[in-house]
């Protein structure tokens, strides 16, 4: 046992290196223990920190067994930002005891993620990656509003959505077909340019269509019936002309005669 300190009579000040079964500790302690700043190894635990007795404010850098912690934290664990490993994972985060907020950068089996969240999970704003899946979006936990850019086998989506999909505007490519169009749920009204196999179109097209062009064939055929009734009474009305021309003119020379 080595003990090497500086202390004062009312032992409120220390000073010291101590070691006991190979435990090294170099700190500055008061006898309220309410001040300490030391590095203290316990069974190859190694620790370089500030604390208080009630534990309210902690600075420090912690491994064990190769975890690695550097965080401030409080006792109510209401306010942390740290950095740590566990297993490879690295994460670097602010965040409450509520976790109400949330903001790190995470990665697990190559999975990373940037993000703010809420514990409701009503806004999230992250990037992530998942199997080489790369999305970016801000979502809500009602999946009112999304906006994201996502890839999945090679398929790109880039849009604003709603749950009731009722308004959509993106581009998707899917073995190189790109579409880029506004459509609702009930395929209403789509405006999109899509090419397909080197077909490009671009086009307005709704649900009612059928109906329109019924409207518009019936309109047409009711015309060009009227157009036709009109026509033959015309035709007609001519026809009549004609005779009564042929008829007077008939008499007309008959009597000259």
């Given at each position: 046992m080595y003990w090497l300190c500086l202390?004062?009579?009312?032992?409120?000040?220390?000073?010291?290196?101590?070691?006991?079964?190979?435990?090294?500790?170099?700190y500055l302690r008061t006898t309220d223990d309410i001040h300490r700043m030391h590095l203290t190894t316990t069974e190859n635990i190694h620790r370089v920190h500030l604390t208080t007795t009630d534990n309210i404010y902690r600075l420090y850098l912690k491994p064990t067994d190769n975890i690695y912690t550097l965080f401030l934290t409080t006792t109510d664990n209401i306010h942390r930002l740290y950095l740590r490993t566990t297993d490879n994972i690295h994460r670097m985060h602010?965040?409450?005891?509520?976790?109400?907020?949330?903001?790190?950068?995470?990665?697990?089996?190559?999975?990373?993620?940037?993000?703010?969240?809420?514990?409701?999970?009503?806004?999230?704003?992250?990037?992530?990656?998942?199997?080489?899946?790369?999305?970016?979006?801000l979502r809500t936990t009602d999946n009112i509003y999304t906006m994201y850019l996502r890839t999945t086998a090679n398929i790109h989506r880039l849009y604003p959505a709603t749950t009731d999909n009722i308004y959509r505007l993106y581009l998707i490519t899917t073995d190189n077909i790109y579409t880029l169009y506004l459509?609702?749920?009930?395929?209403?009204?789509?405006?999109?340019?899509?090419?397909?196999?080197?077909?490009?179109?671009?086009?307005?097209?709704?649900?009612?269509?059928?109906?329109?062009?019924?409207?518009?064939?019936?309109?047409?055929?009711q015309t060009v019936i009227k157009n036709h009734r009109q026509h033959i009474q015309t035709v007609s009305n001519n026809h009549r002309q004609h005779i009564h021309t042929i008829s007077s003119t008939h008499r007309l020379y008959t009597d000259c005669i």
């Open positions: 202390t004062s009579t009312d032992n409120i000040y220390t000073l010291y290196l101590a070691t006991t079964d190979n435990i090294h500790r170099l602010l965040t409450t005891t509520d976790n109400i907020h949330r903001l790190h950068l995470t990665t697990r089996d190559n999975i990373y993620a940037l993000h703010l969240t809420t514990t409701d999970n009503r806004y999230t704003l992250y990037l992530r990656t998942t199997d080489n899946i790369h999305r970016l979006y459509a609702t749920t009930d395929n209403i009204h789509r405006l999109y340019l899509r090419t397909t196999d080197n077909i490009h179109r671009l086009y307005l097209a709704t649900t009612d269509y059928i109906q329109t062009v019924s409207s518009n064939h019936r309109q047409y055929t």
